[in-house]
C-alpha cells in the first residue's frame, strides 16, 4: 500500500470522515470503486469534509489505475481542494513524484501553472519533491520555471531547501 506524500493526506483516515468511494480509493480497491461509481451510481465529484475528492486521494496515494478510472467517468483534473491548501489533483501527484499520473492529468487539461495557497504551482510541488522526472514532464508542457511563489522562491530554490533534492538539472 502506498502511503501519502509529504504535505498530502493524513494516513488516519477517519480523521477525514472518509466516504465509502475515499475508502475504496485509499484501500486500492478498484473493484469496490467501480461498484459504487457504476452499480450504485454514485458521485464521482463527492468530496470529503476537507473538500477532496476521489481524484485528489487517487494521485495522493499514487494509484494511476484509480486515476484513469476515475478520469474516463468524468472526474475533474482541475478540482481544488476547498478547505486547506487548494492544491488540485496534480499538486498531490507531483508532491507525490507520481510522473505517471502528472502526465496522464495534463493529457487531460490538468493546468499546470494553478496556484495553492501559497502561490505553489505544480511545478514548485515537483522540484520541493526533487523529482527530475515530474519536473522534466511538466517543462515538457510548458510550465513556468521562473515562476514564483507568495514567498518569492522559484522552482530551483524550493528544490534546493528540501534535503529529499534529486537532480533537478532540468531546472538549469
Known sequence: MNFPAHGGLDDLHTVWDASPLHDAVREGNMEELMRILIEKEGNLDERDKYGLTALHWACDYGNLEAVQFLIRLGAN?????????????????????????????????????????????????????????????????GADSQALTKQGEN???????????????TLD
Open 77 to 141: 483534473t482541475n478540482a481544488v481542494e476547498n478547505r486547506l491548501f487548494k492544491r488540485t489533483p496534480l499538486h498531490f501527484a507531483c508532491l507525490r513524484g507520481a510522473k505517471e499520473i502528472v502526465r496522464v492529468l495534463l493529457e487531460h487539461n490538468a493546468d499546470p501553472e494553478a496556484r495553492d495557497y501559497k502561490g505553489w504551482s505544480a511545478l514548485h510541488c515537483g522540484a520541493y519533491n526533487g523529482s527530475n522526472a515530474v519536473v522534466s514532464v511538466l517543462l515538457q508542457t
Open 155 to 169: 522552482a530551483r530554490i524550493l528544490g534546493t531547501k528540501n534535503a529529499k533534492v534529486g537532480d533537478l538539472s
